[in-house]
């Protein structure tokens, strides 16, 4: 971007007298105008990424940042008056529920950055993920009018608005194209629905489930909205680009889908090349197999989408014939090649009346890839074992990553530039150039110490102003910040602090160094077990909090509204990341990578990403407790008695019984007593193994406080974290991508 040409056209732009939301408009288009400029099209041979979640945050730093334009933006607005962080009220684009959505924004970043056309396909949502507010400690969900500041940062484009047909409805797909700046400007094509009531209902709210699937019809309309959208749209391209032979299609495109959400897609690229381009369906079904490519992000069952065959031919009656006509290709090329009656059963994309979204995806996608080494592992063993036996070649690891700029260099410029004074700014261009820290850990832990010192400060600042509650500066930060929900283990991180309370309370711990636990977590607003723990927590606060006895030693808060934004202020800040899922549930993690970068150790089970987190950063910088993913799936097949480790642990009996013995207060919803008895009771108590790990995890949170008594060398700890971070960029997963599976 001609950087000169924005100072000039933003010193020009009249801004005293306007409110927030002008100058915010104004400083933005000047931004848009001058970078794009010079934008590219699509090339010839490109990816695309189908994503129904776009977890984005807020844009305006940023993109001024990406185009290399943020200091001069701040320094001239300072000049007219206004201070650039008054633009902290702008609204994060929240088009996302978690670590899914995120990734999805990660990725555009990362190949954006390293010059690689990626083109993003998604749906504009009118409100994104419900803000979060508490009331009595309970979670309440109120809607998310994101666009109230407007939306400077995106371009309707009328022109290429596309009709989508239902059987009962015809809507219009209006795109809203979002520029993704860095080497290249690639483009992020959102769809609004538009016509009527009826169709705007299509793209008005996101599905707030994270992790479990609602089945719901408008969920079903959304998912074969975008996707139909954004197939015309390469198709289009792609005719213009390379005529009507639909064998070369996989050669120039590669239509990345990001989990089983977008896979109506698959049926739809057949629909088109039959129905409008006279191709045959065995051609169509070849190439769609040349052309798609499928990232799975969960194992757990309530999470992979199964859908009515009914439901499909209520209102998309040509996809339902596809799909069943898939299912029988299928069928019979798996009987040619050997597989036996259970396992064309297993495989199968249509079982009974349910169509298995995950299996179409693997039987019609040349490539299929877990989120982390161990997940990878598991879904080859255990949820597509027959699709791995007959095909190997198909399936592959490509770790997550996340993008350093944002995660670092934005939310972390105190760091960023004791990095600078230390190795150079080349790591700004080449994030690997990070590892050359390593060298310099032991000359600089005190101006860390500082820099994190800072930091802390910072967020508590924030948190007094916008929460009114206290917290001692110097307090160490344990930080368990994602969604909500059991396999993540808030529940235990809960348990572990009454524990240590208890134990401060009896005086049992000399010397304890004051400690701050920080939650933030949203749970689905359906999810009504996640939703007790939150209350649970809140509790936990109000009492701990208010306790003079221990309150200097120890606090917790629980932040509300949790989003990309307070997750920026919460990673700088952060001295040890709790990532204690029961190992095998958490697929790979991504807050995990952005603590690591930001240098807190993390203090977790070997599971997802924590893994090859400690394997690069040192098993001495961090902190791994619990069982294994292995010992966890022998437990479960039988043998785990919760009961008798209530029965034998008096400490761990203690607190458990916080939720039946009126030590806290659910307001008669039943709320605790049902937590309670999803430790103890039904078929499968305690499924997430809270109380078989508690014990260690309190034992390390302990070392965890002991080690921290000697600040440097914790302080080197985090650093090499820090250090080693390189391999955790999404620069890296996103070239592994491209070389691999997208060939660009
Ligand atoms: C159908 C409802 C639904 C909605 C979202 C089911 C599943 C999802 C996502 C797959 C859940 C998700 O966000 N998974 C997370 O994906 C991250 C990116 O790969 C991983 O790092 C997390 O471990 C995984 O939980």
């Not at 396909?121 to 309440?140: A, C, M, P, S, T």
């Not at 000697?710 to 971070?725: I, W, Y």
Request: a negative charge; proline letters at 2%; charged letters at 25%.
């Amino acid at each position: 971007m001609n950087r000169r040409l924005f100072s000039e056209e933003l010193k020009k732009e009249q801004l005293d007298g306007t409110d927030i939301v002008g100058a915010y408009n104004a400083i933005s288009s000047v931004a848009m105008r001058c970078a794009l400029k010079n934008k590219p099209n699509m090339p010839r041979h490109c990816a695309h990424y189908f994503s129904i979640e776009y977890l984005m945050g807020r844009g305006f730093y940023n993109n001024l940042m990406e185009l290399g334009v943020l200091h001069e933006a701040s320094s001239i607005l300072a000049e007219k008056g206004i201070d650039i962080n008054a633009f902290e009220e702008v609204e994060d684009a929240a088009l996302g529920n978690g670590g899914l959505g995120r990734l999805a924004a990660c990725f555009l970043d990362s190949a954006a950055a390293l010059g690689l056309p990626l083109y993003g396909y998604g749906i504009r949502y009118k409100y994104g993920l419900f803000k979060q507010d508490f009331e009595n400690g309970f979670q309440k969900e109120l809607p998310d009018d994101w666009q109230r500041f407007g939306d400077p940062w995106s371009i309707r484009k009328d022109d290429e608005s596309m009709t989508i047909s239902f059987a009962d409805m015809v809507v219009t797909a209006v795109p809203y194209d979002m520029p993704v700046f860095g080497k290249r400007i690639n483009i992020l094509r959102l769809y609004q629905a538009e016509d009527s009531a009826e169709a705007e209902k299509i793209s008005e709210y996101l599905y707030p489930a994270d992790d479990t699937e609602e089945g719901k019809i408008l969920r079903l309309r959304q998912e074969y909205f975008f996707t139909a959208a954004a197939c015309r749209d390469i198709v289009q391209n792609f005719v213009r680009l390379h005529g009507t032979n639909f064998k070369n299609l996989g050669k120039y495109n590669t239509i990345q889908l990001n989990d089983t959400h977008p896979v109506l897609a698959i049926a739809e690229l057949i629909r088109i090349m039959t129905a409008e381009y006279a191709v045959s369906f065995k051609a169509a079904l070849d190439a769609v197999k040349g052309t798609f490519a499928y990232t799975n992000h969960t194992i757990l069952p309530e999470a992979l989408e199964c859908w009515d065959m009914g439901m499909i031919e209520r209102i998309l009656p040509e996809i339902a014939q596809i799909i069943s006509k898939i299912d029988g290709a299928a069928r019979i090329e798996r009987e040619k090649a050997g597989y036996s009656a259970a396992e064309i059963e297993e495989t199968a994309v249509i079982r009974g009346d349910k169509a298995h979204m995950a299996n179409l995806a693997v039987y019609a996608s040349k490539s299929v890839n877990g989120v982390a080494k161990l997940h990878t592992e598991i879904i080859e063993r255990d949820v597509f074992p027959t699709e791995y036996k007959y095909h190997p070649e198909k399936f592959s690891n490509k770790t997550n990553g996340v993008t350093q700029r944002r995660w670092l260099m934005l939310c972390n410029g105190e760091l960023s530039s004791l990095i600078d004074k230390t190795i150079g700014r080349e790591w700004r261009n080449d994030f690997t150039g990070i590892f050359a820290l390593k060298e310099s850990i032991g000359d600089i832990a005190e101006k860390f110490i500082v820099v994190k010192g800072r930091k802390k400060k910072q967020l508590f600042d924030y948190i007094r102003a916008t929460e009114g509650i206290d917290i001692p500066d110097d307090m160490i930060l344990y930080a368990q910040v994602k969604r909500l929900h059991e396999y993540k283990r808030q529940l235990m991180t809960a348990f572990a602090i009454l524990e240590i309370y208890n134990k401060l309370k009896r005086g049992e711990l000399k010397d304890f160094q004051p400690s701050v636990f920080l939650f933030g977590a949203k749970s689905a607003p359906s999810y009504r077990r996640a939703k007790a723990i939150i209350k649970f927590i809140n509790c936990i606060a109000e009492k701990v909090n208010a306790d003079e006895q221990t309150n200097g030693l120890l606090k917790v808060v629980f932040v509300r509204n949790y989003n990309v934004s307070y997750a920026e202020k919460i990673v700088a800040a952060a001295d040890v990341s709790l990532q204690v899922s029961t190992a095998g549930f958490e697929a790979s993690g991504t807050g995990n990578m952005k603590f690591m970068m930001n240098g807190a150790v993390t203090c977790g089970t070997l599971d997802g990403a924590n893994i090859e987190i400690v394997d690069y950063a040192g098993e001495g910088n961090n902190y791994i407790f619990g069982a294994t993913a292995e010992e966890i799936k022998s437990l479960s097949s039988g043998g785990y008695s919760p009961q008798k480790i209530y029965d034998e642990d008096e400490e761990l009996h203690a607190v458990v019984d916080t939720l039946i013995d009126g030590t806290f207060d659910d307001c008669g919803t039943g709320d605790f007593a049902d937590l309670y008895d999803s430790l103890l009771k039904g078929e499968s108590p305690d499924y997430y193994f809270v109380l078989y790990d508690l014990n260690s995890y309190v034992e390390t949170l302990l070392t965890i406080n002991e080690d921290y008594k000697n600040r440097v060398e914790f302080a080197k700890k985090q650093l090499s974290n820090t250090a080693n971070s390189a391999y955790f960029s999404s620069d890296r997963t996103i070239k592994e991508y491209a070389r691999d599976i997208w060939k660009i």
